[in-house]
């Protein structure tokens, strides 16, 4: 388990990550936005309205509901990518911070959806990181995209 920067806890409350409350995975992750998105569509339905990616259950919402919703510029979804992003920047500080990387690869969800985070991620990175850190790192998306899952499963049976 160790390394696993995922299960840092950047708030008290919030999403569920590997079984922890609020953590950088709960936030940041297709599980992760899904639940927010999913309290959002909670809450509206409260107030008598629907959120654009909720099409019946709300249980049943998910990371790409979102982003489908999002590439159609609605603001509900929008504003679910947002908070990630904030989030997924303030859990990047933390690593800048540490570990004054040059750069950082960011797959899944970034790679995927990293337009809508973006804005809010560097906001997060400006107020947080330590300036000399900040402007040395570079943040980019996997280039290996939905293959890197097969790339990592080669490396390990091949014990390299």
Request: hydrophobic share 40%; proline share 2%; glycine share 14%.
């Amino acid at each position: 388990m160790a390394g696993e920067v995922g299960h840092i806890r950047l708030e008290e409350e919030g999403p569920i990550g590997y079984g922890k409350i609020g953590s950088f995975e709960g936030f940041c992750s297709g599980g992760g936005i899904a639940q927010l998105a999913q309290f959002k569509a909670f809450e509206l339905r409260k107030k008598g309205l629907r959120a654009s990616f909720d099409r019946g259950e709300i249980k049943e919402i998910t990371a790409k509901d979102v982003a489908i919703s999002a590439y159609t510029g609605n603001e509900d979804a929008l504003d679910v990518l947002k908070t990630s992003g904030k989030y997924f920047g303030k859990g990047l500080s933390i690593l800048i911070d540490i570990l004054n990387p040059e750069i950082i690869i960011a797959g899944s969800i970034y790679r995927r959806a990293g337009k809508f985070l973006k804005e809010e991620m560097h906001k997060e990175i400006e107020r947080e990181a330590l300036e000399i850190s900040r402007r040395t790192v570079k943040i980019v998306p996997t280039m290996l995209g939905e293959e890197i899952g097969d790339y990592g499963t080669i490396v390990t049976a091949l014990d390299i």
